[in-house]
């Protein structure tokens, strides 16, 4: 999980359940973690029932011309499968 993803999950309880008093302080510490090291997947486009979505995560992109997009922008996967494009 990346940095931004985590202190967007944060800021998501703070909507929720207003805890700012713990949640400030939480985001201090994600903001110092280090690097995530991504694991590099490879997946396609695979196309169910007229709409395309990540094979890896299930994500189903808004853009409509998919070719263009070279990595699924939820997991990171690079999309270089059999049906992408
Ligand atoms: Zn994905």
């Known amino acids: 999980m990346s940095r931004k993803a985590m202190l967007n999950a ?7 359940v207003n805890m700012d008093i713990y949640t400030n302080e939480v985001r201090e510490i994600v903001k110092e973690l280090p690097p ?3 694991i590099h997947k490879v997946g396609y486009w695979d196309k169910t029932g007229g709409s395309f979505r990540c094979s890896e995560c299930m994500h189903m992109p808004e853009f409509r011309d998919i070719r263009t997009l070279k990595y699924c922008s939820n997991c990171g996967t690079e999309m270089k499968g059999a049906e992408n494009g």
């Open 36 to 38: 995530v090291t991504p």
């Open 10 to 16: 944060i800021t998501e309880i703070d909507n929720n």
